[in-house]
C-alpha cells in the first residue's frame, strides 16, 4: 500500500483557521539565527537562556558543566546565537549587545546598537553575523528595514529598502519575509547560496522564514512547509507535511527540526538521522533553537532546556533556571490572550502573549452567494447552528477536496483501478464525487429539533452483551497465521488498518477470520503507531462484548511482528457499498433501501453508544468513518479498528490527548482545533456517516453545483436540510421514500445536522441519536402506523 500523503490526524480546524484568515504568525521565530528566549553557540557548545520568574530577566549560560551569569545584569527581551558569539536585545528594543562566548570566559558585553528613536524587533545572528529589523516610533518608512553588523567580508546588509516581516540568518546569508508582497529576499557575503535560496523561493508567497547553514525552510500561504538550498545531508526531506503541522522550526547546518503546532511535540530530520533520538520522546516544547550540529529546546512541562545531537555531549536536559517560554511586553495581549502563569513568569513585570496561530476574524454579514462567510444574523437557535456547521466547514471544503482528489490520483484509485476488498480501511478520506440529485419533487418539511433522552433511557443496554473482565485472546503463532494466509498473499490482502494490512485468512480449524499485520521496518513511523495501535486494540478488543462491535479473535506478538486477529466480515465494509466504483451503479444493492440504511446506522450508533456509556472505563473511537463500519454475512454492522482509541475521562467531560487523530472529512474541527476530546467526537464522525447514507457522497465531494469544485458533505448537505429540501439531496439510487419513510428519513437528517454542529456542546449524546434511529427504523416498519412529529419540532423517543 503507498503511503497516504495526509495525516492519520485530519487537517480539518487547521484549515478552517487559514481559510477563514491568514494566522498571525509571531515575529518569534528560531533557527540557527533567530531570536528566542534560549540561544546556542556552536563553537563552544554554550546554551543560554533569559531568567524567568524574577524582576530582572538576565541572561544566564551554560558551558562545560557550569553556569556563568552574562552582565550586565538587565532585563532582556530575546537572544540569538552564533558559531562564536551571541546577541541579546535588551527590554522595550532600543539596544543589543553581543557576547564572545569563545574566547572569553568571563562573557564581556560589547554594546553594538542604541537608540531610542528607532527600536530593534527581530534579530537574527547567523555564523559571524548580526542583523535586526528596525521599527522607527516617528516614521512608518523605517518599519521593517534591517541592518546588519559584524562578518567575515564586511557588513551586507540587503538594498533597495526593502521592508520585512521576519529575518533569519545562516552560513554568510540570511534571508526574510518581504512585508507587502509575502516573499522571500535573501542576502549576505555568501552571495552564491542567498540568490540560489530566494531564486528557488520566487514565486511562493510565505508566512514567514527559518535559515540554516545552507537552506531555509517557511510556511507558504496555503499552511504547507516549504524547504529549499542544499539537501546533501536530506535537510529538506520534511517527513510529514499537512497544513498548518509546523508552528516553530529550528535549522541547523544539515538538519531540520520541527514544532508540530496540535501538540508541541518536535520532530527532527536531515543529518544522517542523528537528530531523532530518544530525549525528546514524550516531550513536548515551547520552542527550539539549533546551532550548527546540534538542537536545544524550552520543555513546556518546566520551562527547562534539553539539548541533542552529535555536537552536544554533556547531559541533555541543562542545569539552567527557569528560563522564560516568550518575551515579556508591555501590552495587555488583548489579541491573543495571556500566556498562562503570566505574570509570574514575568517577575510581575510585563506580560507574556499567547502565540495566534489560530486567530480567527469572523465577518459580521453573509454575502450571497459565498457559502463560506459566517453570518451574524438574528436568527433562531437552530438556524444559527447550521449555518454556523455549514459556513466554517464550508471554508475548508476546497482545500480538503484537492487533497483528496489530488490522493486519488495519486494511487490510481480515480481511473478504475482494481480497489482491494476492505475489511478494515487505512485512515485517509478519497475525494470524488458520486451520484446526482433525485428528480423528486416533493418536499420533506417541518423542522425538528432533538429533546435529550431521559436517563432511563440512557442507563438501558440496547442490545449486545458486555463484561467488565477482560477474557485473554487466543494466542497464534506466526507461522499458524502465514498458512492461513497462504504466506501473506497479495491474492488474501483485503485492506488497511490503523498501523498495518489486513488479510483473508482460514485458520486450521476451518474459521474464516481477518488477520491484520503491522508494519515491521523500525525506521519507519508506521512501526511506532503500530505498537501503540496493537496495545490499544488487544486492550479494548480484548475485554469488550457487543454484537455491534468487531470481536477480535486473537493475536500474536513473535519478535518485531503485530498481528491481531478478527471475525470476517463478509460483506466488507459500508464505505465500499456507498462508493466504491463497482457498487455506486447498484441499484438492486441490499443496502438500497432506507430501511436497510437506517438499521445500519443504528448497529453503528448501538456499538458506539456501548463504548461510551457501558464499557468500564468508557472509550472513545477517534476514528468513526464508513469505512470503519463494517457488515457481516447477515448484513449486521460492526464498529471496527479500535487501534486511535483512548480511555474516556471517568470525573471530567473532556481531556487532552497528546495529538490529536482521525480522517479528513470526518474529524471533529472542535476536536483538531482546540485538541479538547469528548465523546462528541465521535457524535461528529456518526453525523457525517448519516449525511453519506442518506446522500451517497462521500465525506470529501466534487460539488456539481459549483463546477466540480471540492467541498464536504457538510456544507453540501446541511443548506439543504435546513431549508426543508432534503430531497434535492437524496441518494437516487434508494429512490424516494415511501409515505410511511418519508418522516424516518427526515428524522435521521436533522439527527445527522444536529450532530455536526461546530461546538461539541450543542450535540447530541448517543444515546439520544440511537433513541431517534430506533424510531426512524419503526417509522420504516410499521407501514403507516405511526406517530408523528410534534408541532414544536421536539422529535420524541420510540417506545420499547
Known sequence: ??????????????????????????????????????????????????????????????????????????????????????????????????????????????????????????????????????????????????????????????????????????????????????????????????????????????????????????????????????????????????????????????????????????VCWGGGGQYEVNVTEGVFFESIVSGSNFTCGLTASNFSVICWGPGWSGESRINLPETLPGPCVKSSCTKCGLYADSQRLCGGSGNICKRCEFNVTIPTTLSPPSPSVLPRPRRSKTQTTGLLVFAVVGSVGS??????????????????????????????????????????????????????????????????????????????????????????????????????????????????????????????????????????????????HHKHLVRLVGYCEDGDERLLVYEYMKNGALYDHLHDKNNVEKSSSVINSWKMRIKIALDAARGIEYLHNYAVPPIIHRDIKSSNILLDTNWTAKVSDLGLSLLGPESEGHYRPMKAAGTVGYIDPEYYGLNVLTAKSDVYGLGVVLLELLTGKRAIIADEENAGTPTSIVEFAIPKIMLNELVKILDPRVGSPELHETEAVELVAYTAMHSVNLEGKDRPTMTDIVANLERALSLCVSNGSHGRISSSGTISMASD
Open 399 to 544: 482545500f480538503a477536496g484537492i487533497c483528496s482528489v489530488i490522493y486519488c490520483l495519486w494511487t490510481g484509485t480515480c481511473f478504475g483501478k482494481k480497489k482491494v476488498h476492505n475489511s478494515v480501511q487505512p485512515t485517509i478520506t478519497r475525494g470524488g464525487s458520486n451520484g446526482g440529485t433525485t428528480s423528486n419533487t416533493s418536499i420533506l418539511s417541518r423542522s425538528s429539533t432533538i429533546r435529550r433522552q431521559s436517563s432511563r433511557a440512557m442507563r438501558r443496554q440496547r442490545s449486545g452483551t458486555s463484561s467488565k473482565h477482560a477474557d485473554r485472546a487466543e494466542e497464534f503463532s506466526l507461522a499458524e497465521l502465514a498458512a492461513a494466509t497462504n504466506g501473506f498473499s497479495l491474492e488474501n490482502r483485503i485492506g488497511g488498518g490503523s498501523f498495518g494490512v489486513v488479510y483473508r485468512g482460514k485458520l486450521a480449524d476451518g474459521r474464516e477470520v481477518a488477520i491484520k499485520r503491522g508494519e515491521t521496518d523500525r525506521k519507519t513511523k508506521k512501526f511506532q503507531e503500530k505498537e501503540s495501535a496493537f496495545e490499544s486494540e488487544l486492550a479494548f478488543l480484548s475485554r469488550l
Open 1 to 266: 500500500m503507498k503511503k497516504s500523503p495526509f495525516p492519520s490526524s485530519s487537517v480539518f480546524f487547521s484549515i478552517i483557521c487559514f481559510f477563514i484568515t491568514f494566522p498571525s504568525f509571531s515575529h518569534f521565530i528560531h533557527a540557527l539565527g533567530s531570536g528566542s528566549t534560549i540561544a546556542v553557540v556552536s563553537g563552544s557548545a554554550t546554551v543560554c537562556g533569559i531568567r524567568a520568574a524574577e524582576s530582572t530577566r538576565s541572561v544566564i549560560c551554560h558551558r562545560g558543566g557550569r553556569m556563568i551569569s552574562v552582565q550586565p545584569n538587565v532585563s532582556f527581551s530575546s537572544i540569538s546565537g552564533g558559531e562564536s558569539f551571541f546577541c541579546g536585545v535588551r527590554d522595550s528594543g532600543y539596544a543589543f549587545l553581543c557576547w564572545d562566548a569563545v574566547n572569553s570566559s568571563l562573557f564581556d558585553p560589547q554594546r553594538v546598537y542604541n537608540n531610542r528613536s528607532v527600536v530593534v524587533q527581530n534579530l537574527a545572528v547567523g555564523d559571524n553575523q548580526v542583523c535586526a529589523t528596525l521599527n522607527d516610533t516617528n516614521s512608518l518608512n523605517v518599519t521593517g528595514a534591517v541592518m546588519c553588523w559584524r562578518g567575515d567580508d564586511g557588513v551586507r546588509s540587503p538594498t533597495g529598502g526593502d521592508q520585512f516581516e521576519s529575518i533569519s540568518c545562516g552560513f554568510g546569508f540570511c534571508c526574510g519575509v518581504l512585508m507587502d508582497v509575502a516573499r522571500i529576499r535573501c542576502w549576505g557575503s555568501n552571495s552564491i547560496v542567498a540568490s540560489e535560496i530566494e531564486s528557488e523561493f520566487r514565486n511562493i508567497s510565505m508566512l514567514n522564514v527559518w535559515v540554516g547553514g545552507s537552506h531555509a525552510c517557511g510556511v507558504n500561504s496555503t499552511g504547507f512547509l516549504v524547504c529549499k538550498g542544499d539537501n546533501l545531508s536530506g535537510q529538506l526531506d520534511i517527513p510529514s507535511n499537512y497544513a498548518l503541522e509546523y508552528s516553530q522550526m529550528a535549522l541547523g547546518a544539515n538538519h531540520s527540526c520541527a514544532i508540530r503546532q496540535m501538540n508541541q511535540s518536535v
